[in-house]
């Protein structure tokens, strides 16, 4: 039998740094389930998971996949010693325009998919479910803290840094659960983006890379998305206005999304805020 000390110990200060990082984002959603389900009742716990589970599950359909890329081109960056700017640049203005384009459409379509598929009881979380769409397309920002320092091989910044988000997070909750889940809802919405705010920052100094590039993307793809946002919302009004029943305002909204999607995304192609690169093997 052989045993590699040396390897061991490499092994475990980089393993540790990222299951700890896991951990603390873990600790900051399962330790808000205990406090909510702590301060509030069973109804008002249960829309609250309601919202937060249909807003983040829109968002991470395409934020999942998204992250499975950047810990790949990140590390395969690192492994041939080559530039972390360009992957980074490439990712964050990939994250933030795709994220932030479902969670728009997720935001105007959202009351009326809710009050279309699920029972009246359930539209008391709509205003929950509009801050959490955001919370959700904030994470684009944190979403680049563990393949960054994970390239760097340097992960324990990146569990100090959800450690520390983790318990502003709890904090927030607990000072804002007297009002109620939607004030808890925004309080977290607040939060989260402070943090993707402080992810570019911790980025920048502590995993050494360029955020001039990143930052340009990141200004764009906020400005796209805010485009996409208008365009949907003037086209689901007008959509409201046919006479037309939930079911089918609701399959030309979608169809009215796509193709506006499809043209934004055209834009920001040619921008290259948004770069096939970030999918490719």
């Given amino acids: 039998m052989q045993f590699d000390g040396p390897l061991a110990k490499q092994a475990t200060r980089y393993a540790s740094g990222l299951y700890g990082?896991?951990?603390m984002t873990f600790t900051a959603n399962f330790?808000?389930?205990l406090i909510l389900a702590y301060l509030f009742s069973t109804a008002e716990s249960g829309l609250y998971r309601f919202a937060n589970r249909l807003a983040t599950a829109v968002v991470d359909i395409i934020g999942q996949p998204l992250r499975s890329f950047a810990l790949k081109s990140f590390g395969q960056a690192a492994r041939e010693s080559?530039?972390?700017?360009?992957?980074?640049?490439?990712f964050v203005g990939a994250n933030v325009f795709l994220m932030g384009g479902f969670a728009v459409t997720s935001v105007v379509l959202g009351e009326a998919l809710i009050r279309f598929a699920f029972r009246p009881d359930y539209a008391a979380?709509?205003?929950?479910?509009?801050?959490l769409s955001v919370l959700a397309a904030a994470r684009s920002g944190t979403a680049l803290i563990e393949p960054s320092f994970a390239a760097r091989k340097t992960t324990w910044v990146a569990m100090y840094y959800n450690a520390a988000w983790a318990f502003v997070m709890i904090g927030a909750?607990?000072?804002s659960a007297p009002q109620g889940i939607a004030t808890v809802a925004m309080a977290q919405a607040v939060v989260q983006i402070a943090a993707s705010a402080g992810a570019l920052f911790v980025i920048g100094r502590w995993a050494r890379v360029d955020l001039s590039e990143g930052l340009r993307n990141l200004v764009w793809a906020l400005a796209l998305v805010a485009l996409y946002a208008g365009?949907?919302?003037a086209g689901w009004t007008a959509?409201?206005?046919m006479p037309l029943d939930n079911a089918w305002?609701?399959?030309?909204?979608?169809?009215?999304?796509?193709?506006i999607a499809v043209a934004v995304s055209a834009i920001a192609l040619r921008l290259r805020v948004l770069q096939l690169a970030v999918f490719a093997d």
Avoid: E, K, P
């Avoid at 080559?82 to 490439?90: I, K, Q, Y």
């Avoid at 305002?249 to 193709?259: E, F, M």
């Fill in 31 to 33: 330790g808000t389930d």
């Fill in 239 to 241: 959509i409201q206005t």
């Fill in 249 to 259: 305002q609701l399959t030309i909204g979608l169809a009215a999304a796509v193709v």
């Fill in 82 to 90: 080559g530039s972390l700017d360009t992957v980074f640049a490439r």
């Fill in 231 to 233: 365009l949907f919302f």
């Fill in 21 to 23: 990082s896991r951990g």
């Fill in 173 to 175: 909750v607990v000072l």
């Fill in 125 to 131: 979380a709509i205003t929950a479910f509009y801050a």
